[in-house]
């Protein structure tokens, strides 16, 4: 075969087809040859009836001559032309371990003018160490970021807390737990019902880590967290090209994502109309259709809803509908606000402390029995989420490690605006400074020690800093049990 003739000759022998031909199958020979790692040639029997220099050198063959008539395996171990010459199939792209690293190599079946097959012809094109391992190493870190990822979605769909993190033993609290419990060992959906912060979502964790769906997905949305027209594909999911932009490709909804476990819809009362209708078919019929999709997807999923809303008001006036309010009722658990049960205050800041002394370090606080009783007679909005922020913001400011009354009064708000800050001066301002007024001599009285200020008054402890707090009275940080009368600043 000759080589290519010049570029001002070419236009002339392209119209000889097959010379052109005969051409190009030699040139591209020669270059597979010149720029490969190697080339072998076996006949229909597998042995070698050609091997270039270079590639006999790599497998130990000084001199190729020595490689030729041999089994293929013989010269090159982990070689599959056997393979191709037996099946006539070609290997386009292959790995081939050899003791020096692997090879990427290409493999084709050499056919007779008849179609016949009469050998095989093998290049090694490069050396997948040498030319690929930037890419494989890459390949590779993105495999462990892949795994890692992974992983910690996954961590982020397990429940975070069981029976043993709902702390409290005051008897509404152990009612909450029993009923609790009860509803882990079903199936219905749950509805937990309470003011921000009395720990609905640590319940609904406990429930579903007690559940038979413990080993499954919980997976959460607050439906007050998301904007209404991106709801609908949170919960169910998009179809490819039902958006435009970022979610182009789709998404999988968190139903999907829940499937076999438990999904916990929190601020069930924030779900907009259109959307109650398509949860409550779901409810009923356990299926769907992702957003901008005909395709019904199955998923068996508990639900479990909260809200801190009053959701049958909502149904009343027509907010909420009445036929999804009693298919999620079927089993509902009021929890209690924290100033009904200040029994459990201690038993708090004792596992508020602890988890503080584990994650920042240090010794574990304590608060004494005047801080104990301050607390007590607090009124907690925010409650246990407050509690749990007053006391991280007191060991913050303070290194005593026993905290008192003085450490933790300046960091409760007060309940009622101040009489003085009132426009104009009225009944319940006038009662409340009278009573403020009563309170500071109280406490002047008694040298600023609020056990004695209490007594003299004839109420209890508690009630006295609970008003303390109301009135913006605070009690001096240096002075124990002792306590300087004064606008909270
Ligand atoms: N009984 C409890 N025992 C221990 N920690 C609690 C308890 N209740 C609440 N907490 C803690 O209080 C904080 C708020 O709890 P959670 O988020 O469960 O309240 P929530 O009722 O779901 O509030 P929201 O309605 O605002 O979402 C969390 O840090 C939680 O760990």
Known sequence: ?????????????????????????????RS????????????????VVWINARYADRFGFKDPADALGRPVEEVIPSSLLREVVRTGKPMLLDLMPTRGGSLVVTRLPLRDEAGLIVGAIGFALYDEVRSLSPLI??????????????????????????????????????????QAQRAATMDSPVLLLGETGTG???????????????????????????????????????????????????????????????????????????????????????????LGSNQVVRSDVRIIAATSARLLQQVETGAFRADLFYRLNVLSISLPPLR???????????????????????????????????????????????????LERATMLSDHPVLGAAELLPLLRPGLPSPQRASAPNYADAMAGFEKQLLEDALAACNGRVIDAAARLGIGRATFYKKMVLHGLRVSANQEGRLLQGPLG
């Open 137 to 178: 190493a890459k390949v590779g870190r993105l495999n462990d970021e892949l795994a890692a990822a992974r992983e910690s979605l996954a961590q982020a769909r397990r429940a975070k807390y069981t029976f043993d993190n709902f702390v409290g033993s005051a008897p509404a609290s152990e009612e909450v737990k029993r």
């Open 1 to 29: 075969m000759s080589d290519l003739p010049p570029a001002s000759a070419l236009g002339a022998h392209l119209a000889d087809y097959e010379q052109t031909r005969d051409w190009a199958i030699a040139s591209l020979f």
């Open 340 to 390: 009904e049960r200040s029994s459990d205050i201690a038993a708090l800041c004792a596992t508020v402390f602890a988890e503080l002394a584990a994650t920042e370090g240090g010794a574990v606080r304590r608060i004494d029995a005047g801080g104990i009783a301050l607390l007590q007679g607090y009124d907690w909005p925010g409650n246990v989420r407050e509690l749990r922020n007053v």
């Open 32 to 47: 597979f040859e010149t720029f490969s790692e190697g080339t072998v040639i076996v006949d229909a029997d597998t042995r």
């Open 200 to 290: 609905k979502e640590v319940l609904a964790h406990a429930i579903h880590s007690a559940s038979r769906r413990a080993s499954k997905p919980l997976v959460t949305l607050n439906m007050a967290a998301i904007p209404e027209a991106l709801l609908e594909a949170e919960l169910f999911g998009a179809a490819a090209g039902a958006y435009t932009g970022a979610d182009r490709k789709g998404r999988v909804g968190k139903f999907q994502l829940a499937d076999g476990g438990t999904l916990f819809l929190d601020e069930i009362g924030d779900l907009p109309l259109a959307l109650q209708a398509k949860l409550l078919r779901v409810l009923q019929d356990k299926e769907f259709e992702a």
